[in-house]
């Protein structure tokens, strides 16, 4: 059961250059999300989908663009990256929002110097 | 704006003895979930609360929620090393769903033998 898979794992950028960690769930999950996670600090919560097609801003947008072209999958990309960029991402996906569990992806681990 | 703090942030605990991790937040919710993470790895889901006075146990690992202190706790008992493992609260948001979902910073929980 691959739940919530996330690509690539482990990416050096250089500032300004740009690229896309895709985010693929086998669950048939309405909702996906895009968290990061900075040393000594919770998930916060860059973008989400409320269903294929959709998209909506999270607590932290700026900088990051998404698209949710297919329901299975949830992309996230950096158009300029920037070393604040520099973070965890976990992806992750729940059947509908709200009472129910969010399953997360195994993390990208990003590096922009 | 809803802010999640947990305490303690570090804990360092003997096995086999027992502890309590807090988890406070600011403004109404009765939706709050507890996660972990082992190193470099993704959140586990352990505990889903959803109302005044639930309480929930799985192994060595009891969770409780009181809506109106707006606290929830995580009981660890009789400690094993196995339970070694970074512990987040995330806390829904009233009338919003998992896309509202602010988690705490963590506890750090180190079982030393």
């Known amino acids: 059961n691959a739940g919530v898979t996330q690509t690539p794992k482990f990416r050096v950028l250089k500032t300004g250059q740009s690229m896309t960690l895709l985010c693929a769930q086998d669950?048939?999950?309405?909702?996906m999300y895009w968290y990061r996670q900075d040393p000594g600090m919770g998930l916060r919560l860059i973008h989400y989908?409320?269903?294929?097609?959709?998209?909506a801003k999270g607590e932290v947008p700026d900088g990051y663009n998404v698209s949710r072209l297919k329901k299975q999958n949830f992309l996230l990309g950096l158009e300029s990256a920037a070393p604040s960029q520099t973070s965890v991402y976990f992806c992750?996906?729940?059947?509908?929002?709200?009472?129910?569990?969010?399953?997360f992806g195994e993390g990208s681990w990003l590096t922009v110097v | 704006e809803l802010k999640v703090e947990q305490n303690p942030l570090f804990l360092s605990m003997q096995e086999g003895k027992n502890y309590t991790i807090y988890c406070n937040y600011s403004t109404t919710s009765d939706r709050l979930y507890w996660y972990r993470q082992d190193p470099g790895k993704s959140l586990e889901s352990l505990f889903v609360l959803l109302s005044n006075g639930a309480v929930k146990q799985e192994g060595r690992l009891m969770a409780s929620l009181d809506t109106k202190a707006r606290l929830s706790t995580l009981h660890i008992t009789a400690a094993v090393h196995d339970l070694s493992a970074t512990y987040f609260c995330?806390?829904?948001?009233?009338?919003?769903?998992?896309?509202?979902?602010?988690f705490g910073t963590g506890t750090r929980l180190t079982i030393i033998p």
């Open positions: 989908s409320v269903g294929e097609g959709t998209t």
């Open positions: 995330a806390v829904e948001k009233a009338n919003f769903g998992n896309e509202k979902l602010t």
């Open positions: 669950m048939n999950h309405e909702y």
């Open positions: 992750a996906s729940s059947p509908f929002s709200g009472k129910n569990t969010i399953y």
